[in-house]
């Protein structure tokens, strides 16, 4: 199945969260580490990456714990993103349907590969449909031997109790103060020019890198108009359908009312983004409402 594969690219240093993988590993030494784990925080913070780091530094001979440092030559690297290795087993929560459930417990009933340890990730967790997870509930109540699960939960919608009551939860939290100096360090490392300005950034380091990616990508700039930026990220959005231009679309409008003030409400114009994607409303009107911000 497509979500049984791991899709998602992930930077292959690990930058904000090495003191999170330095205490999960010791957990992990003196076989503590729980069967069934939840790792809570806002999206963006790098919880996706931060256990594929953990899950690379248990399973890769190869991987530098000295620099958190994955390497993509060794056969380890392969099987992750490729999926012939049935002891790793990815899933997005949010397109999982309930056969996706009953042949994930098929295939977890199987024998492991040389009886290792398995690892399954359900990322957006939050996003996952009472169904789902009332069958979720089913096999993360009792895990098998060396069986162990991976929950990453966004926080954007409320998750049920009971899914909750059978993790142990890991929240990922991060300073904000420092992060800037980090992001800033990434960005030198990998020579890259931040478009969005360190002074007024409260993004997690994943969505301000990403959303600096798609800038550069669209050739947009915060010092054009609204609706020249907007212009270019819907006429992107026709050829992609990303999430993540919905996100960006509210991160400039939260920009130009900080920066600016506006005879209109800021969450009078969110509003009209959600609607217009909702509801699947005329670009070109929508474009007009705000031509004149």
């Keep these: 199945m497509e979500q049984f594969l791991h899709k998602k690219e992930i930077s292959h240093r690990l930058f904000f969260l090495t003191k999170y993988l330095d205490n999960f590993g010791k957990l992990v030494e003196t076989e503590n580490f729980p069967k069934t784990s939840m790792f809570t925080g806002n999206k963006g913070q790098g919880k996706y990456t931060l256990i594929s780091h953990l899950l690379f530094s248990i399973k890769d001979d190869k991987y530098d714990n000295n620099n958190y440092q994955i390497n993509k030559n060794s056969k380890f690297y392969n099987s992750f993103y490729s ?37 399954i990730v359900f990322d957006d967790i939050d996003l996952i449909n009472l169904n789902c997870a ?8 009792e895990p098998l031997n060396n069986d162990y699960f991976f929950l990453i939960n966004n926080k954007t919608q409320n998750l049920i109790e009971t899914i909750k009551s059978r993790c142990v939860e890991f929240k990922i939290d991060m300073n904000f103060k420092g992060l800037n100096n980090d992001i800033q360090e990434f960005l030198k ?53 990303l999430r993540i231009n919905i996100d960006l679309m509210k991160y400039i409008i939260n920009f130009y009312f900080e920066t600016e003030n506006k005879s209109i409400s800021k969450f009078q114009i969110i509003k009209i983004i959600d609607e217009l994607f909702n509801y699947n409303l005329s670009q070109k009107t929508f474009l007009e409402t705000v031509k004149n911000i």
Excluded: C, V, W
Aim: glycine share 2%.
């Design 134 to 141: 009332n069958a979720l509930l089913k096999i993360i109540e």
């Design 189 to 241: 490392t990998f020579e890259l020019k931040p478009l969005i300005d360190f002074d007024h950034n409260l993004l997690t380091p994943g969505l301000f890198l990403r959303f600096n990616q798609i800038m550069y990508e669209y050739n947009l700039d915060l010092n054009d108009t609204i609706y020249e930026n907007f212009k270019k990220i819907l006429n992107n959005h026709k050829r992609n359908k």
């Design 83 to 119: 999926g012939i290795n049935t002891n790793l087993i990815y899933i997005d929560s949010s397109l999982i349907k309930i056969d996706d459930i009953r042949e994930l417990k098929i295939n977890i009933l199987s024998k492991k590969i040389n009886n290792e340890k398995r690892f």
